[in-house]
């Protein structure tokens, strides 16, 4: 008479196969989860310096009197005269050129990055060339080295 069941090999066989299959789908499953974040903080970028953009249109005199010769993240000094200003993330969204649903411990406004950390203390660039005006967010030092 024959007994009815799986032998251990059997058994061990689908054990690894549904592991390596677990291994697979996990890994899948974080790398779309990165990509995700990835892209939700290059939009949140693309809504940061459209939001200084808005901010220099509405004080473009600022930019024109106070502003200085060459914005700190450019190489070169440009050919002609080049007005810029520099804005943190925190003043944009206190003045409302920037809207975030994300709050602190405090109850305040924030933008996190990618790795959900506030940046509202970054510095945006808002310049004038050309007789248009230009935004630029440029990370942090903490935040560059980490990526």
């Known amino acids: 008479m024959r007994k009815k069941g799986f032998t251990l090999i059997e058994l061990l066989g689908v054990i690894t196969i549904l592991a390596t299959v677990t291994v697979l789908a996990s890994?899948?499953?974080?790398?779309?989860?990165?990509?995700?974040?990835?892209?939700?903080?290059?939009?949140?970028?693309?809504?940061?310096?459209?939001?200084?953009?808005?901010?220099?249109?509405?004080?473009?005199?600022?930019?024109?009197?106070?502003?200085?010769?060459?914005?700190?993240?450019?190489?070169?000094?440009?050919?002609?005269?080049?007005?810029?200003?520099?804005?943190?993330?925190?003043?944009?969204?206190q003045r409302n050129y920037i809207q975030s649903s994300e709050r602190d411990d405090k109850d305040e406004k924030i933008i996190t990055n990618d790795k959900g950390e506030s940046v509202n203390d970054t510095i945006v660039y808002v310049w004038i060339e050309n007789g248009l005006i230009y935004a630029k967010y440029i990370a942090n030092e903490e935040e560059n080295s980490e990526t």
Not at 29 to 52: M, P
Not at 62 to 84: H, I, Q, V, W
Request: charged fraction near 20%; include cysteine; hydrophobic fraction near 35%.
């Open 27 to 93: 890994y899948s499953i974080s790398a779309v989860t990165n990509i995700i974040k990835n892209n939700i903080w290059k939009n949140k970028i693309n809504i940061i310096e459209t939001g200084a953009i808005s901010y220099g249109e509405d004080y473009e005199y600022m930019l024109r009197s106070n502003g200085t010769e060459k914005c700190a993240f450019m190489d070169t000094t440009p050919s002609e005269p080049l007005y810029c200003l520099e804005v943190n993330v925190g003043y944009l969204l």
